[in-house]
């Protein structure tokens, strides 16, 4: 099923349509749905299309040279170089349009490093005179943007590029359309927006009949999927493995990460976690007031993949058992920790709801000392805070009152208030006579604005 890429479709189409040469970059995690926009967006344009191989560099010219030939009506042409074969590319493209897709562009290049200078020296030589539109696709996250450098031989000789990412939370009833938003919201939170992932659940099924078939039972598609990932993407994968399961687990801070993984500077830690951050697989925290981020110290690590979220807090450490079939342990940890775990991504959906309708300057989380508080941030003057709760329990007063001792504690003197609840609010709330705005998670229509004080949530009112 292919969904949701309209936007990114229509700019391929677009640079299709052009009447010069295009040379395009299109990179993005692995299984984010790169080739598949491909093929959908050049449907009916019959591309030549090769998918780079980790095999030796003369297999990979002997199959790269067999899709090129096959564009030529005569038969039995071979290429015995790289030189070769990319040019004959560029002189058909000087008689006739032509597509061109090197999807695993990385893989090509890995044995055969002379590729990239070949193509250098083929796109000034041809730019005037070719209708070539070639894309550039590939999975590793370090090489494709390495190709965006200014040291690079194809620095200024691409027209475009795009970094294709996961999905968000309001395409998931297009996947699930028989689903309500708070199933949806689980969802989410083990799978993501990866469209392959999303494909994968059995739509009768319920959640943990789901887990058990794509986590847990023999043949389980996910069960080793992270796994997978960093050993496709990483030449240590078993100690960023050690990392991200440190993170998921709770050490949020650089100390805290070295120590759980044996490392006794921290400085040779960073290099890692600038890795799984290019690779989107960890991000970063900082106070939304301290200005610029790469400037602070107050700087958290989190987990930012859900599907590596979920499996490194409940797979991982019953992963024999799981080898095995056995899922006894982890529905066990499921049963008692999954509503807490589900809640992480319920805060991180409030806040991207809350930055849609608001449009403040700034949002995120805040801590100071043992205190947290879910929601802070800047609109124009205004500093706002609010509290996030995925419980089944209307929310009231106690909530409020919780929020206002955090503020008083770490010294805040807010100007406006936000409570976000899975379901609903107590009368209580709605008489209070203070800047308060109250937004709901409702099981039919999703986000649901139930008081705004000032229309603070209301963005079209500030225009």
């Known amino acids: ?205 319920s959640l943990l009949e789901n887990i058990d078939k794509l986590f847990i039972s023999l043949g389980a598609p996910l069960k080793e999927e992270p796994l997978f990932i960093l050993m496709q993407e990483l030449r240590e994968p078993a100690f960023y493995q050690s990392i991200i399961e440190a993170v998921a687990n709770g050490c949020h801070k650089t100390n805290e990460i070295a120590s759980r993984v044996g490392l006794n500077d921290t400085r040779k830690l960073q290099p890692y976690l600038k890795t799984l951050q290019s690779l989107n697989l960890v991000k970063t925290e900082t106070l939304p007031v301290e200005g610029n981020p790469k400037r602070t110290r107050n700087i958290r690590y989190i987990v930012q993949d859900p599907l590596f979220r979920f499996w490194y807090y409940f797979i991982f450490p019953y ?38 309708l608001a449009q403040p300057d700034t949002i995120g989380r805040y801590w100071k000392a043992n205190e947290e508080i879910d929601i802070y941030g800047r609109k124009g003057r205004a500093i706002f805070v609010g509290e996030v709760k995925w419980t089944n329990k209307r929310v009231g007063m106690t909530l409020l009152t919780e929020l206002k001792r955090k503020c008083a504690s770490m010294g805040l003197a807010p100007d406006h208030t936000l409570l976000v609840s899975k379901n609903g609010f107590e009368p209580s709330l709605f008489s209070l006579n203070e800047n308060l705005s109250l937004l709901s998670f409702d099981k039919v229509e999703g986000w649901k604005i139930e008081r705004d004080d000032h229309a603070f949530l209301d963005s079209r009112e500030h225009e």
Not at 11 to 39: D, P
């Open 319 to 356: 992963f024999e058992d799981v080898e095995r079939g056995e899922g006894n342990r982890v529905k066990s940890k499921l049963d008692g920790q999954f509503a807490s775990f589900v809640a992480y991504e319920f805060e991180e959906q409030a806040r991207i709801a809350i930055k849609e």
């Open 1 to 205: 099923m292919f969904h949701n890429r309209e936007m990114e479709r229509r700019a391929l189409e677009e640079i299709v349509r052009s009447n010069k040469m295009e040379v395009f970059l299109l990179y993005g995690r692995r299984r984010v749905g790169k080739t598949a926009l491909l093929r959908n967006a050049f449907d009916y344009e019959k591309p030549l299309f090769y998918t780079g191989k980790r095999i030796a560099a003369t297999e990979q010219l002997k199959q790269f040279s067999q899709v090129v030939a096959s564009m030529f009506p005569v038969a039995g042409i071979r290429f015995e170089t790289w030189q070769d074969a990319l040019q004959a590319i560029f002189e058909l493209s000087a008689k006739e349009p032509l597509i061109v897709v090197l999807d695993e562009f990385p893989y090509m290049v890995e044995n055969a490093t002379e590729i990239v200078s070949i193509l250098q020296a083929l796109i000034d030589t041809y730019e005037m005179k070719s209708q070539l539109k070639l894309f550039l696709c590939g999975s590793s996250m370090s090489f494709m943007e390495g190709l965006l450098s200014s040291d690079n031989p194809l620095f200024g000789r691409k027209t475009g590029y795009m970094k294709l990412r996961p999905l968000s939370f309001k395409h998931l009833p297009l996947f699930f359309p028989d689903r309500d938003y708070h199933q949806l919201m689980d969802l989410y939170a083990i799978l993501g927006g990866i469209p392959l992932y999303l494909n994968l659940p059995d739509r009768p099924s």
